[in-house]
């Protein structure tokens, strides 16, 4: 597959498209049987609460792994996803009130890298609860 966005009708500057990604418990458990990530910071509010967090958190990987879908998605194609690494600067708190998280991932071109190859710099600003939960991420991506 290709990416369904072409290298020439993106600047720098050019806006993705807003999302947010609902996070509830259910989803916490889900995501640690596909990862085997069974800690129970994830899963369990007593023990979060127990080692200092202020309650049940997310997978780091699982926040990241959302944040990346504001590329795969306006790209088309998960195979476009070339690089992309991030920093995690705090954690998303996932109360059990019935509302549990949002995740809100914001991302623009911030530059054009290689003109033979296509690719470009996507950086992404991704927000919890009006705090900054990854920081540096950045991805580079192959275009149409």
Do not use: C
């Amino acid at each position: 597959m290709t990416a369904q966005i072409a290298y020439a009708d993106v600047e720098e500057g050019t806006q993705l498209p807003l999302r947010t990604f609902p996070v509830d418990r259910a989803r916490l458990v889900r995501y640690a049987g596909a990862s085997g990530d069974f800690n129970p910071i994830h899963w369990n509010e007593r023990f979060a609460k127990e080692v200092g967090l202020p309650d049940v958190i997310a997978h780091g990987m699982f926040t990241m792994a959302e944040a990346a879908r504001v590329i795969t998605d306006w790209t088309g194609d998960p195979g476009a996803l070339l690089e992309y690494g991030v920093r995690f600067t705090k954690p998303v708190v996932v109360p059990d009130d019935g509302k549990g998280a949002v995740i809100e991932v914001a991302a623009k071109v911030a530059k054009k890298l290689d003109d033979q190859a296509r690719t470009v710099q996507v950086d992404l600003t991704v927000t919890s609860a009006g705090s900054k939960v990854l920081g540096m991420s950045r991805a580079v991506v192959a275009l149409g």
